[in-house]
C-alpha cells in the first residue's frame, strides 16, 4: 500500500534536547512538507521541499532544520531553539506534475509533547 | 492578510440534515485550487473535494459538494444528510499556480453532528 509514514505517533522531549521527526513516502512524489498543528488550530508550514537535495523555509520556519537526501525521507528536527515545540506535527507530500487539482496526501501525524 | 478565512470555529447539525461550512480565500493568481479536509480526533488528513478555479461547475463527491463563488472568493463545503461519523474538524486550504507547491490552510471549523 502506497503512503506516507510518520514516526513515532508520540514523543517526548526534554527542554534543551533535540528530536527527530520522521517522514517516509512511497508515493513517488517530489514535493514534501511539514506543517504543525496546536490544538483548535489550522496547519502551519514549517518547511518544504520540492526536490531532493533542496528545500524552503515556510512560514514558522524557526527553531527548526530538515533534510531531503532522498526523495522517500524528509526528516524534521525539532530543536532546543524552538520554544514551544508541544504541538502535532504533520507530513505531507504532492506530486511534482504541475497538476493543480493534485491533494496533499498525509501522514498520521506525531505529537510532540515538552516534559 | 489571511490567505484561507473559515469564520465558523464550531457548527453544530442535526442527524440528516445539510450544513454549510464557510470559506473564504484571498488571491491574485489567475489559476488556483481549492481543497477541504476533514480530520478526525484521530488526527488524520482525509481529502474530500478539489475545486480549480476555471471549473465551470461545482464540484460533488458524493455527499459532499463545493458552493463556488468565484466573484466573492468563497468555496463553502456543503455536506448532505449529515451522519454522525461527519463530527470532525475541517479544514479548506489554496494551492496557487505561482506558488505551486504550497497548500495553505484556514484555521478549521468543528462540525458536531447531533443524534
Known amino acids: 500500500d502506497g503512503g506516507i509514514t510518520q514516526s513515532p505517533k508520540y514523543l517526548f522531549r526534554k527542554e534543551g534536547q533535540n528530536v527527530t521527526l520522521s517522514c517516509e513516502q512511497n508515493l513517488n512524489h517530489d514535493a514534501m512538507y511539514w506543517y504543525r498543528q496546536d490544538p483548535g488550530q489550522g496547519l502551519r508550514l514549517i518547511y518544504y521541499s520540492q526536490i531532493v537535495n533542496d528545500f524552503q523555509k515556510g512560514d514558522i520556519a524557526e527553531g527548526y532544520s530538515v533534510s531531503r537526501e532522498k526523495k522517500e525521507s524528509f526528516p524534521l528536527t525539532v530543536t532546543s531553539a524552538q520554544k514551544n515545540p508541544t504541538a502535532f506535527y504533520l507530513c505531507a507530500s504532492s506530486p511534482e506534475s504541475g497538476a493543480m487539482n493534485t491533494e496533499a496526501f498525509f501522514g498520521q501525524g506525531t505529537r510532540l509533547t515538552v516534559v | ?115
Open chain 2, 1 to 115: 492578510a489571511q490567505k484561507i478565512t473559515q469564520t465558523q470555529p464550531g457548527m453544530f447539525v442535526q442527524e440528516k440534515e445539510a450544513v454549510t461550512l464557510d470559506c473564504t480565500y484571498d488571491t491574485s493568481d489567475p489559476s488556483y485550487g481549492l481543497f477541504w479536509y476533514k480530520q478526525p480526533s484521530s488526527g488524520e488528513m482525509i481529502f474530500l473535494i478539489y475545486q480549480g478555479s476555471y471549473d465551470q461547475q461545482n464540484a460533488t463527491e458524493g455527499r459532499y459538494s463545493l458552493n463556488f463563488q468565484k466573484a466573492r472568493k468563497s468555496a463553502n463545503l456543503v455536506i448532505s444528510a449529515s451522519q454522525l461519523g461527519d463530527s470532525a474538524m475541517y479544514f479548506c486550504a489554496m494551492r496557487e499556480i505561482y506558488n505551486f507547491n504550497k497548500f495553505y490552510f484556514g484555521s478549521g471549523t468543528k462540525l458536531n453532528v447531533k443524534p
